[in-house]
């Protein structure tokens, strides 16, 4: 099903759910139509999804995973110059409880990773990095995206229903429309 408006192209697509976000069909479809592999993606959360090969660049909390660095998704957005990236692929833990295991499984403490302060400072590195007319694609329970409020504009909402007890996947596909001066923390 695909809903059009003026501005948002909303579609629902049921699928089975998958730990590894990009294998799931639906969001795999997606990505193949809105991923240009020829322009400069990262994906700061990357898990399993380099052998993908949607993103140049990608991290992982976890060194089990093969990625490229192995850093605080944070620390790793701070590494790149400002309206320098092409698109962000941006599919963090979905909730706390997610994000503790994450830290509990590479030895480290969570500390303020789960206040809301933490996530607006990673939306503004991906602000600050991203490039005009850029996209960023978020993998969430919601459809918050990075924000108008940091310039972006949504432009498609995938909803992956999965059935049963588990939760739907909401994938927003966000540009970015303006660019904002530095934005202090």
Not at 57 to 83: C, S
Not at 160 to 177: F, L, Q, S, Y
Request: hydrophobic share 35%; with cysteine; glycine share 6%.
């Amino acid at each position: 099903m695909e809903i059009k408006n003026d501005n948002i192209i909303f579609e629902r697509k049921w699928a089975m759910p998958n730990k590894n976000t990009y294998t799931i069909k639906p969001i795999r479809d997606l990505l193949d139509l809105e991923v240009d592999k020829n322009l400069f993606w990262i994906d700061p959360f990357a898990n399993k999804s380099k052998s993908m090969g949607y993103a140049k660049v990608t991290n992982d909390l976890n060194p089990e995973f093969d990625t490229d660095y192995h850093l605080d998704a944070l620390e790793f957005l701070k590494m790149f110059d400002d309206n320098s990236v092409d698109g962000v692929l941006f599919d963090p833990p979905f909730d706390n409880r997610q994000l503790a295991e994450c830290y509990k499984n590479v030895g480290l403490s969570l500390g303020d990773k789960s206040k809301s302060d933490y996530w607006t400072k990673i939306k503004k590195e991906i602000q600050r990095i991203t490039k005009l007319n850029s996209k960023v694609i978020s993998f969430c329970w919601n459809s918050g995206g990075i924000g108008k409020t940091l310039g972006f504009e949504i432009q498609k909402i995938l909803l992956v229903p999965h059935g049963g007890i588990h939760n739907d996947t909401i994938v927003t596909v966000e540009i970015k429309r303006f660019w904002l001066l530095r934005i202090k923390d």
